[in-house]
């Protein structure tokens, strides 16, 4: 193994899915393919189109159940800032509603925020150096 290519969040619909993470969150659409009956949105940071979330609508009764508890009680991934501060106050201005934070504990500068679904996130500020 090499690289995280993407990681999988269930959607209801794409086009919301795709309004928040691109609006919202500053994703870019890296590829949007029609295959038959299925669609593959993927999403990146415009800086870093290597890794991302596939937006996989949810397919089954099972899967559309685990629509914003992919990961229950724990976050889904950790997003990474170099000015905490203003990442969360750009975010709080588009609409992105945080739990937590932000906050530091054992030297560590985080948020955690959810997606519309629920899905919980983590905004952690890099040390410098």
Same mark, same amino acid.
């Given at each position: 193994m090499k690289t995280l290519g993407r990681m999988v969040i269930?959607?209801?619909d794409h086009e919301? #899915? $795709?309004?928040f993470y691109t609006k919202k969150l500053g994703f870019e659409v890296y590829a949007d393919i029609h295959a038959g009956q299925r669609r593959h949105v993927?999403?990146?940071f415009p800086n870093q189109p290597e890794v991302g979330i596939?937006?996989?609508k949810a397919e089954s009764a099972d899967q559309a159940d685990r629509?914003?508890?992919q990961t229950p009680g724990q976050?889904? #991934? $950790?997003?990474?800032?170099?000015s905490l501060g203003h990442d969360y106050g750009e975010l709080v201005s588009r609409g992105v509603e945080f739990t937590r934070?932000?906050?530091?504990?054992?030297?560590?500068?985080?948020a955690h925020f959810v997606?519309?679904?629920?899905?919980?996130?983590?905004?952690v500020e890099l040390e410098e150096g």
């Amino acid at each position: 193994m090499k690289t995280l290519g993407r990681m999988v969040i269930l959607v209801k619909d794409h086009e919301e #899915a $795709v309004a928040f993470y691109t609006k919202k969150l500053g994703f870019e659409v890296y590829a949007d393919i029609h295959a038959g009956q299925r669609r593959h949105v993927h999403v990146c940071f415009p800086n870093q189109p290597e890794v991302g979330i596939w937006l996989m609508k949810a397919e089954s009764a099972d899967q559309a159940d685990r629509i914003g508890r992919q990961t229950p009680g724990q976050p889904c #991934a $950790v997003l990474y800032s170099e000015s905490l501060g203003h990442d969360y106050g750009e975010l709080v201005s588009r609409g992105v509603e945080f739990t937590r934070g932000p906050k530091e504990e054992a030297g560590v500068r985080f948020a955690h925020f959810v997606d519309l679904y629920g899905n919980e996130f983590v905004l952690v500020e890099l040390e410098e150096g």
